[in-house]
Each structure stands twice: as C-alpha cells, then as structure tokens.
C-alpha cells in the first residue's frame, strides 16, 4: 500500500508565503516524478509543477518565479515553496507521484488526500 502524506497548508495573507511538503511511504520500488496540482471550486485540476527523476522541473506560467519545487530522492518527499501569494492561488493542492511499487510491473498515479491554501487579507 502506497500512500502520500501532505502538510503544510494553510491560511496567508497576499504577499505572503507556504510551504507544502509531501512525503510517499509504503512499498515503493521507484518514483519517476512528483508534483502538485491545485482545484479551486468550480474549476478544474490544473497542474502547478513537477520534478522528474532526473530533477528537472517545471511550472504553470503563472506560479513561474514564485513557486519552487523541490524532491528528495532518499525521503521520497517532495515540497512545494510558494512565495508572493495571490488570492488566485487560492485552492485545494494535491500532492501526486508517479510510482512503481515493489508488486507492479508499472508505475501508477498516486495521490494524497489535499490541502487547502487560502489566499486572503
């Protein structure tokens, strides 16, 4: 049983910052990449970033140059900075992994359960 644990959420004001952290325990064999994605109400999920095995990264336009993704191999964690808050980054973040346990012969979407992060003076 794989499972993703994420803390880190929150209410801030505008301006301000959060950190979201996401650690994967269980049998795990490999992970090839780890991300966020966010869903504020009435939208749809929309990918923030993601690392990938060979640490590179990438962002949605509009968190580029306040977000940083950052994964630790070894823990098999993978934290998300948000720096200069905006109301609309105000949403439910999911942490996610693509991840091959010990008894596939795959990888496979994981998922933990959100957290919210609300944006507001």
């Known amino acids: 049983q794989i499972q993703l644990l994420e803390s880190g959420g929150g209410l801030v004001q505008p301006g301000g910052s959060l950190r979201l952290s996401c650690a994967a325990s269980?049998?795990?064999?490999?992970?090839?990449?780890m991300g966020w994605y966010r869903q504020a109400p009435g939208m749809r999920r929309e990918l923030v970033a993601d690392?990938?095995?060979?640490?590179?990264?990438w962002y949605l336009d509009s968190v580029k140059g306040r977000f940083t993704i950052s994964r630790d191999i070894v823990k098999n964690t993978v934290t998300l900075q948000m720096n200069r808050l905006k109301p609309e980054d105000t949403a439910v973040y999911y942490c996610?992994?693509?991840?091959?346990?010990?008894?596939?012969?795959?990888?496979?979407?994981?998922w933990g359960q959100g957290t919210q992060v609300t944006v507001s003076s």
């Open positions: 996610y992994g693509l991840i091959k346990s010990a008894s596939s012969i795959r990888s496979e979407d994981y």
């Open positions: 690392v990938t095995g060979n640490d590179r990264s």
């Open positions: 269980g049998s795990i064999d490999s992970i090839s990449e």
